[in-house]
């Protein structure tokens, strides 16, 4: 059974560090490997999304980067501001029975300060 | 123009009620998808219906039925509400072949008294 650990929990900084959120997999069998962003009472906004053929996405501020063999991910964040508060979620996606579906971690919850 | 939307945003209700959260995609996608998020944040895949077929539903209780009357919506039933039903729900939609993104709506907070 697939599992997603996200690590830390929770993650506040001053403005201007960069910063690394781990996500972790149990089962290497992945198609694809997907970071979220979630805003407090809002839906789901996706960030980047890694091909289990890739090693890495970047967009902007922003980079992903997959070791599929290892079950890990880690969201790489540049510079970071107080507009890049929010819930990070890792979700990987695997094919079964020919359909797909994604499997969530429990998400970082990240507070950058002034 | 939004892609994936949901009604009703907030829904507060008592329990033994039965409920209905309704989604509809203006994206032309073929899959969609109902999730719960519970207290603690974690998103779990309740159901998912292709071309309105019914092809993923996860160990969810029989009180809990989805309808596709046709590809661009997904409703969800909710029967004899229960506290632990309190959650938020969130419907999402992708193109299923190949997989790519899923579009999540911005969810329907129901609250259970």
């Known amino acids: 059974k697939q599992e997603v650990t996200q690590i830390p929990a929770a993650l506040s900084v001053p403005e201007g560090e960069n910063l690394v959120l781990n996500c972790s997999f149990t089962?290497?069998?992945?198609?694809?490997l997907q970071w979220f962003r979630q805003d407090p009472g809002k839906g789901l906004t996706s960030l980047l999304l890694?091909?289990?053929?890739?090693r890495e996405q970047t967009s902007g501020r922003l980079n992903a980067s997959l070791d599929k063999s290892s079950g890990r991910s880690t969201l790489y964040i540049a510079a970071s501001q107080p507009g890049d508060s929010a819930t990070y979620l890792c979700?990987?996606?695997?094919?079964?029975?020919?359909?797909?579906?994604?499997?969530f971690g429990a998400g970082t919850r990240l507070a950058v300060h002034p | 123009d939004t892609a994936v939307s949901q009604t009703p945003k907030y829904l507060v209700t008592q329990m033994g009620n039965d409920k209905s959260i309704k989604c509809e995609q203006n994206l032309g996608h073929d899959t969609m998808y109902w999730y719960k998020q519970d207290s603690k944040k974690f998103l779990k895949i309740m159901f998912s219906?292709?071309?309105?077929?019914?092809?993923i539903n996860e160990t969810v209780p029989n009180r809990f039925s989805p309808k596709s009357p046709d590809k661009a919506h997904l409703n969800l039933h909710i029967n004899s509400l229960e506290l632990g039903d309190s959650a938020v729900y969130f419907c999402?939609?992708?193109?299923?072949?190949?997989?790519?993104?899923?579009?999540f709506g911005p969810g329907t907070r129901l609250l259970v008294l």
């Open positions: 999402a939609s992708s193109q299923e072949s190949p997989p790519v993104t899923q579009y």
């Open positions: 089962d290497s069998a992945i198609y694809n």
């Open positions: 219906y292709n071309n309105k077929e019914l092809i």
């Open positions: 890694i091909q289990s053929s890739q």
């Open positions: 979700a990987v996606r695997l094919i079964s029975g020919g359909y797909n579906k994604l499997i």
